[in-house]
Each structure stands twice: as C-alpha cells, then as structure tokens.
C-alpha cells in the first residue's frame, strides 16, 4: 500500500483514544506501574505513559501473553472430555504508543510462530492488532537498533507510526490496510500533511555500532568456540529477565492446572537461560552450565534464527540489558563477537 | 438464604490430635461436621505449603493441631512445628493473608472434649468472619470454574 | 584503590589465588562484577560508594568454583552471607580469600571467619530507616489493605525469577518452585502461582536473609520483595535471639528450638 501522511494535533489525542473505546477497540499502551512501565488495557490518554524512552516490558504480550489458556477440559470416569479454545477468539486491539522496536519486533514472531504448523493463538491475535508505533525523538546508552537493521524511525510492523515534529503537531504515517481502517476511526482529527517534510530531522541518531552481516557470521562460527561464551557468561545468573522483556523472544512451555474434575492447559513464557529449559526426564542436561545457555540465547537470535527463518532475532532495543540485575549488555557482548572472533 | 457452612479442613498429627479426635467420636461427643481431618505423622511434616493449598482448593478455615509440647511421639516434632507456626504466621499477616483463619491448638489422645471445642469454636469463628473469598478470586481454579467448563 | 589494586596484583602472582571478584565499571554509570583472572586485568577494578552489590552468591556459582581458588572483594552484606552460608557448609574456612571493602573505601584482609564474626558484630547490620519505614507504613495497615498491596506488586511478577538467581542464598540446585511431584507452586505467572511463590521463598529464607537487598535491585519489575523476609528479621531476633549471617557455625534458628519457645495463639 502507498503510504500516506496525516496530521494529528496532540491536543486531539485524547479524542482518537476515546473514539477507539467508544467504538469497541480496546487499547493497550504504556502505562507507568511505580518505577517501571507495563503494557496494559487503558480507558484514556491520561494513563498512557508517552513520555518514556521504552516500556520495561514489550509489546509482545499483546499477542503473546504471559499466561495464555489453550484448552479446558473435564474428567469423569468415562475418561477425559476436550473443549478446545478458539484461538480467534480475541478482541480487535489498538496497540497505541509503543515504539519502533517493538512493532518490528513482532516480525520476529510472526516467522517464529508462522513456521510450520502455525500457531493460530498467536496468529490470531497479531492479525487483530493495530500497531500506532511511535518513532523515537531520543535513544539511550542501550540502545543500538541502527545496528540490527531498525531504526528510531522504522515502520517495519508498525500499521500506524507518529512522529512528533512540533511541539503540538504529530505526523501519522499510514502504512497498511489495517492502519488505514484505524485511521477511519480518527479521520476527522486528520489534516493533509506537507509531503516534503522530512521525519528525520524530529528523531534520535542512534550510531551504528557493528555491522550486522558480520556478527551473524561470526556467531554462526563460533558454536565451539566455549571460551568465549564462558567469558561472556561468567557473571550471568541465570535468571530470565532478558528472555521475559525481549520483543522477541518466543520461547514457551504448556502446563496443566487441574483439581479432580476440571482443568486447563496454560501456555507460558520460558526462557532458555534457565537450567531446568533443557532438562531431561533421564537427569541429564545437554546445556549443564550457563555458559551454553548464554550461547544458545545469542545463537538462536543472531545464528539460527537468520537461517532458518531469514530474520535476527533481535531489534536492538536494549530491553534485555536494562533489566539484566548483573549488566549483561547484549551490544557490548556482540561488539565483543565482532572484535574477538576471527572467521 | 442459606447459612453459610464454612469448610475447615484440619491437619492433625497421628498420634495425639487424631487419637483425641477419635476419643471424640467414640465419647459421642457431638460436634461440628464443617471439618475434614487429615492425619499427618507429626505437626512437624505439615509444610506452610499443605495450608496454602488448603485455601487454594477452598478452605475457609484452618485447624493444626498436634501433641502438647514434649508429648511428641518423636520428641520434638512439635517443638519444631511451633517455631515455624511462629514465623510462619508473621509471614502470612503481613503479607495480607487472614491469619485468623487458622487456629492452632494442643490437643492430646486423651482430649476428646477439647478437640469437640476447637472445632466447634472454630467453625463459629470462620461463620463470623465469612467466606474467604479473596482468596478463592486468586486461586488457580477460577481458570477453569468459569463458564465452559462446567456443567459436564 | 591503589591499595586494592596491588593486594590483588600480589594475589594473582604469587598464586594465592587464581580469580578475584570485585567491582568493575558498566554500561554508563551502572557498576557491574567483574572476575579478574591475571595482572593485566586489575586496572579494571573500581571501588565507588555505588559498589553495594552482594557478590558472595558468585562464589557458589560452579564455573567461577572450576576456574580454581577464589577471592572476593566483600562489603559486609557479603560477608554476613558467607557467614550464612558456612553455617549451612556451602563454603568452607579459608577455601576462599576475603578482602573486605568498609564503607569508608579502605580494604582489609580477613584471615579467617572468626575475624569475620569479630568484625560483623561491631556494625549496624539493621535495615535501612527506609525500609523500616515502608515496613512500619504495610504494618499499620489492615490485613486486607496489605492483601491488596501485595496482590498488586504480584501482578507485575512475570515469574523471571531474577530475585531467586540474585539471592546468595537461593542456592539449592533443585528449587522448591522447580519440582513438579508434587506441584507445591503452580509454574504460571497468574496471581495463585506469584503469590505461592513470592511467600514460598520468603518463608525459606525467614532467619537466613542478610538483608543485603539483592532480591528486590534484581527484579525489572519494580516488586519490593526484600521487605517480605525483612519483615520477619524483627520477630526472629526477639523469638529466638537469632540474627543470619553472623557466625558461621550458627545454627539455623528455625531448625532449632528451644522448649519454653514463647507464643501466644496456640489453643
């Protein structure tokens, strides 16, 4: 679809969020939860947190939720009786205010949950999800989306993007057909754009940091290479704060809850950092000690995922450092994979 | 409408409480039928993690009871019980969990009517004080006590 | 500093030790660990008032453990875990080389435990008047105002279990949360299974936790664990006049008794 370019005023923004209610949309954003900055369900502008660089956790759960029911069932003596649940059953959703990295970041997902036998859950509640992303007027020390083909103003995955360009003015890019239906929603808030204007000028200049082709080569190269995943690793503690915030992490486990007569199956997030992840039934553990788990965590992202599915796992959104309790920074250990690793 | 019949599940141990709760029954002494006793070895198995669960599954009251202190059939199983109570119900109360939903007593094989009190005394309690319903709003069953699932 | 930097320069020659944990600088001004493994690594060290992380929980960790004799640069919440942890033999006297850092800056050498346990007992080893304060403030509420603060700090809990892997004392190798025959804790993330867990580790660490904070600095989600087991801190000490982390062959005050243990609400 050709992109189109719109005017928003902010002082209309609390109209559109209360135009999408009104019309049964509901609205997840960025609300701020004491220090931190959750995604939830808002019923006005005021509780969006707009003014924050990044949301602590990602917008995956929006279509990937932390506790997700895929089944129920009954039990009585004739045996068990099924009652499957219907994974388009879910809500159309504005996704509003969250930033570039995490619209793209469901890109990641889709090829994840879109591979094989596609997982309807998942699929069905990003195909109702209208993403606003809104690009990034400043980037922190964390950050290094430039450096895994994003950017502070990226509209990969995003339907509708807003960039501030004055201090009452935003620029609505429409981008797809979803984000063009949303749009309807709001048309009358909307004036034509000047289609000269430059968005670059109103957003972060986050530096390239590494070049991407060459990381993926050189992490593809060093599976063996147990040196340097030990001396990465060495502090980790194998908690799973990084795979929990990451836009892009997919990794999940079922589990049953049940009393004598009912229960339900509940899909969950996991992380590959933690110990029990690869545990067999037997006692034995292919991935014994941190160090490997460190290495399938960057493998997977920047390794399996680019040739397997033809994307990096990764949106360079610096989540998974901020939230490390031990300062894991993910750019500096990839900077490392660059310097150290020769192919 | 129908009074509200608390359900208060009591852990006792096998050799005191149980004994007393037997002496109870076959004193015929009368008393409330609300409790379910569940007999343990010794008050020093019951794990924190046995109550949680009871409220978990919809228990509205709590009886741990167990021998007198040194009456314990392993010497000092109860010595061990009460200092875990002892922190266990600091930990509770402030975590916001109603710690007057759990009565702990002494009773030993001979205190039949002493069990009959507790009981009784504990069910009227848990009938002033209600339902836990905060509680069961949180519990993993209200994953699946919705509708859909029920009436099979 | 320097004082520092030429002790572990020292160590590492002369082989006293193969690997130094300290403090070194991170991502902007954020103070990350840092192993120091030969003499050309010291220069990294750093000791700033911000180096408050416990790093004694490093010193169980099995790939630190292989890399040979350690030594560690301990604040006191470190030490007083290392007193906790000899006292549940996870490490032995003189298996580990202590260099205390006072809160002055100044470095000393700890020959053995007892020198630790003679140290420890000259400081302040309470929680903060902060902590107290937010303490007194939960207590002063009703039980069902305290429910409702808690069930909202759960509900951010997304079960990454950072407070459990930063924990010095969290260290079994099979968590209690872990084992599934029985299912003590539901594994899901929804309000049964964070609370379930929340009070599961508090209570396995009521008399153990050295109030060092780690808990509550490694959650992303901004949950104020820490204040769970301080809470209970008070009563131990005054129940059973026991305090964690002070003497390493302490016994662990709930796997003791004492037969005239006072309480007031068993019938």
């Avoid at chain 1, 808030?189 to 670059?200: P, V």
């Avoid at chain 1, 034995?284 to 920047?302: A, L």
């Amino acid at each position: 679809m050709e992109k189109e370019l719109k005017i928003l005023k902010y002082s209309d923004l609390p109209k559109m969020i209360e135009k999408f209610i009104s019309q049964g949309y509901p609205v997840l954003a960025p609300v701020h939860k004491g220090k931190i900055v959750e995604i939830e369900y808002v019923q006005s502008l005021d509780s969006i947190a707009l003014d924050v660089l990044l949301s602590t956790q990602s917008a995956k759960k929006a279509a990937f939720p932390k506790v997700e029911k895929v089944l129920e069932y009954t039990m009585n003596k004739a045996g068990v009786v099924q009652h499957p649940v219907d994974p388009a059953d879910s809500k159309e959703t504005i996704l509003f205010g969250v930033r570039p990295c995490d619209a793209s970041g469901f890109k990641s997902l889709d090829a994840i949950f879109g591979e094989g036998p596609s997982d309807q859950f998942y699929l069905s509640k990003k195909e109702k999800t209208t993403i606003i992303s809104f690009s990034c007027p400043v980037a922190d020390e964390y950050c290094f989306c430039t450096s895994v083909g994003g950017g502070p103003g990226n509209t990969a995955g995003s339907d509708l993007q807003f960039t501030s360009v004055s201090k009452d003015e935003l620029l609505v890019e429409i981008l797809t057909e979803k984000g063009k239906k949303a749009s309807r929603i709001f048309a009358d808030l909307l004036t034509e754009a000047n289609s000269a204007i430059d968005k670059t000028k109103f957003i972060a200049d986050v530096k390239v940091v590494f070049d991407l082709d060459s990381v993926v080569a050189k992490t593809t190269a060093s599976f063996g290479n147990a040196e340097l995943w030990l001396e990465q690793s060495l502090r980790c503690i194998g908690c799973g704060a990084c795979a929990f915030v990451c836009p892009t992490c997919a990794c999940f486990d079922f589990q049953d809850e049940q009393d004598t007569k009912k229960g339900v199956r509940l899909r969950l997030w996991d992380s590959c950092g933690f110990s029990l992840f690869t545990l067999h039934t037997s006692g034995h553990n292919p991935r014994e000690v941190q160090s490997q788990r460190w290495r399938q965590r960057i493998m997977h992202k920047f390794a399996y995922m680019p040739e397997q599915l033809k994307v990096v796992g990764c949106e360079g959104c610096g989540r998974c450092s901020r939230a490390c309790p031990v300062d894991m920074n993910i750019k500096e250990h990839l900077t490392a994979i660059r310097e150290q690793v020769t192919v | 409408m129908q009074e509200f019949e608390p359900k208060i599940v009591a852990f006792v141990c096998n050799w005191c409480t149980y004994a007393g709760a037997d002496l109870t029954g076959t004193s015929r002494i009368k008393y409330s039928a609300n409790v379910k006793i569940i007999r343990f070895p010794c008050t020093g198995r019951i794990d924190f993690m046995i109550l949680m669960k009871a409220f978990e599954n919809g228990a509205d009251g709590i009886i741990v009871s167990g021998c007198h202190p040194n009456d314990c059939h392993y010497s000092t199983g109860n010595f061990h019980a009460r200092r875990r109570w002892i922190v266990l119900r600091n930990l509770l109360n402030f975590a916001g969990i109603e710690t007057d939903r759990i009565q702990f007593s002494w009773v030993s094989a001979a205190e039949g009517f002493k069990w009959a009190d507790v009981v009784n005394n504990t069910v009227a309690a848990i009938k002033e004080i209600g339902p836990y319903e905060n509680y069961r709003k949180i519990a993993v069953s209200t994953l699946f006590n919705e509708e859909g699932a029920s009436n099979e | 500093m320097n004082d520092l930097i030429k002790k572990v320069t020292q160590l590492l020659d002369d082989k006293t030790i193969n690997v130094f944990i300290g403090y070194g600088q991170g991502t902007a001004s954020r103070i990350r660990t840092i192993f120091v493994k030969n003499s050309s690594q010291v220069e990294n060290l750093v000791y700033t008032s911000d180096c408050t992380a416990n790093l004694a929980g490093y010193l169980l960790k099995h790939e630190v453990k292989k890399i040979g004799k350690l030594g560690i640069l301990a604040n006191d919440s470190a030490l007083r875990s290392m007193m906790q942890l000899a006292s549940e033999f996870q490490i032995k006297d003189g298996e580990v080389y202590v260099l205390h850092a006072a809160k002055d800056g100044s470095f000393t050498e700890f020959a053995d435990f007892q020198s630790i346990e003679a140290y420890l007992v000259t400081i302040d080893t309470g929680i903060t008047s902060d902590e107290q304060e937010r303490i007194a403030k939960l207590e002063a509420m009703t039980v069902k105002e305290r429910w409702i603060f808690w069930n909202k700090e759960f509900e951010k809990c997304i079960k990454c279990y950072a407070c459990r892997a930063a924990c010095p004392m969290c260290y079994c190798h099979r968590c209690t949360t872990d084992v599934n025959q029985p299912q003590w804790i539901p594994v899901a993330s929804h309000e049964q299974g964070n609370l379930d867990y929340h009070l599961m580790r508090a209570m396995h660490l009521a008399g153990r936790c050295v109030n060092c904070g780690e808990c509550a600095n490694a959650c992303p989600m901004d949950i104020p664990l820490n204040l769970l087991t301080y809470q209970l801190i008070a009563p131990i000490r005054t129940t059973f006049d026991a305090t964690a982390g002070m003497k390493a062959d302490a016994v662990y005050a709930l796997s003791t008794f004492k037969p005239d243990d006072k309480e007031n609400f068993i019938i």
